[in-house]
């Protein structure tokens, strides 16, 4: 197709032709060229347009000038470096975060290892032996495996049994209470490092009433004080101390402590 | 746009410390090009007080089929003068298109042209080379 025969505006285009067709910018640009893309007009043009544009290529820079387009780095960027990247505030936000995630994450599983069945019942029984007075029990002297019988006859409490490892220690006194769940809790003083011994229904599953068991024995800490429970026959033991782990660990046998 | 080498280093140098200091001072312009548009600016400015080229109507030619073996003769630097001794806004036209480095629109934006001056100034560009390029030797088997 001639020239002469192109839209004034395809014309205008095609005079402003890009020398490298990878310029070609729009597609109205594109249509031009397209169309125009046989005529001999055009062919000269860009014939013209390209030995043009070589020769400018070649229009001497001056040296110093010439220096700033050198393809080396004009300013070369510090180095990379941990200490740098660790001193970089949105790295050191991240860290901390992470930081603080799984120190959060660590604590809970460290706190379920110790969790069990019953151990928040342990934890405010503990709470109760810290606060509880000789004279709130009624006086009892005898051996504390004893007990047992006098829980059944006198409260109907079945299987409120203080485990052997415990069973021979003296009284002081002993009573039976309700707490805010109205569970009995049967409640042992010893004359023995002024020990406390609890019986309390072990937990169960809500759906299906079974008795939430565990094995051996667990400890539980509160406030200075630190309880040593084991789970029988749906009855919970707890002996509890003013002290640590290692004081009520000596009471337990071996074979069964965990 | 300048056809003297010291000019144009020192057109670049001054642009570019502008720029250093906008950019110290947080003050670039957003807009694209604004580079290449302050450098025009001052080229036009550099060459206000020179002796400006008399105002004559070149010959103009059609392109000739062997246009480019006639380029190829040329030195670098007589392409240089002869863009140079263009009256603006063809020098600018002529320098950004030939540059190779702009789309036309980008031309268009940067010499503050419309289309269809963008295409008059090249076409007559192109014309009035050609004929120079003939008035410097005429090409064997032209009648």
């Known amino acids: 197709m001639k020239m002469l025969r192109l839209l004034r505006r395809q014309r205008a285009l095609l005079n402003c032709a890009p020398i490298s067709h990878d310029r070609l910018a729009d597609s109205s640009m594109r249509a031009a060229v397209a169309r125009a893309d046989d005529s001999d007009e055009f062919r000269n043009q860009q014939n013209f347009d390209r030995a043009v544009a070589e020769l400018v290529h070649l229009i001497p820079i001056p040296p110093e000038t010439a220096e700033w387009f050198s393809e080396k780095d004009l300013a070369v960027g510090s180095k990379w470096t941990?200490?740098?990247m660790a001193r970089n505030p949105a790295v050191?936000?991240?860290s901390i975060a992470v930081v603080v995630i799984a120190g959060?994450?660590?604590?809970?599983?460290?706190s379920g290892l110790n969790e069990?069945?019953?151990s928040a019942t342990a934890r405010k029984l503990l709470t109760v032996a810290a606060s509880t007075r000789p004279v709130m029990l009624d006086p009892v002297s005898t051996e504390a495996e004893t007990l047992s019988d006098l829980f059944f006859m006198k409260h109907?409490?079945?299987h409120y049994d203080v485990p052997a490892e415990f069973a021979d220690f003296r009284t002081i006194g002993c009573r039976v209470f309700e707490d805010e769940e109205s569970r009995r809790i049967a409640q042992i003083w010893l004359a023995e490092k002024r020990m406390q011994l609890f019986l309390f229904p072990a937990e169960r599953n809500p759906k299906t009433g079974a008795v939430l068991r565990f094995p051996g024995w667990r400890y539980v800490?509160?406030?200075g004080w630190a309880g040593a429970v084991t789970e029988r026959n749906g009855v919970c033991f707890m002996a509890a101390l003013r002290g640590?782990?290692?004081d009520l660990a000596s009471y337990i046998s071996k074979t069964t402590a965990q | 746009m300048l056809g003297d080498s010291s000019k144009a280093q020192e057109v670049?140098?001054?642009?570019?410390r502008e720029a250093a200091l906008r950019a110290a001072q947080g003050e670039l312009p957003r807009e694209p090009f604004w580079l290449f548009r302050d450098a025009r600016w001052r080229c036009l400015d550099a060459t206000k007080t020179d002796l400006q080229p008399e105002s004559l109507d070149l010959d103009e030619h059609d392109l000739a089929a062997h246009v480019a073996s006639q380029i190829e003769e040329l030195e670098p630097t007589q392409l240089a003068v002869w863009i140079s001794g263009a009256p603006d806004p063809q020098r600018t036209a002529l320098a950004l298109f030939y540059l190779d480095e702009f789309d036309y629109q980008e031309i268009l934006d940067l010499g503050e042209l419309k289309l269809n001056e963008l295409s008059r100034l090249l076409a007559q560009g192109r014309r009035q080379l050609q004929a120079w390029l003939d008035a410097k030797r005429p090409q064997q088997g032209t009648v």
């Open chain 1, 92 to 94: 050191l936000a991240i």
């Open chain 1, 116 to 118: 069990f069945p019953g």
């Open chain 1, 104 to 110: 959060v994450s660590v604590f809970q599983v460290l």
């Open chain 2, 12 to 16: 670049f140098h001054t642009t570019l």
């Open chain 1, 244 to 246: 640590n782990e290692k």
């Open chain 1, 156 to 158: 109907g409490l079945e």
């Open chain 1, 82 to 84: 941990w200490r740098k």
């Open chain 1, 221 to 223: 800490h509160q406030e």
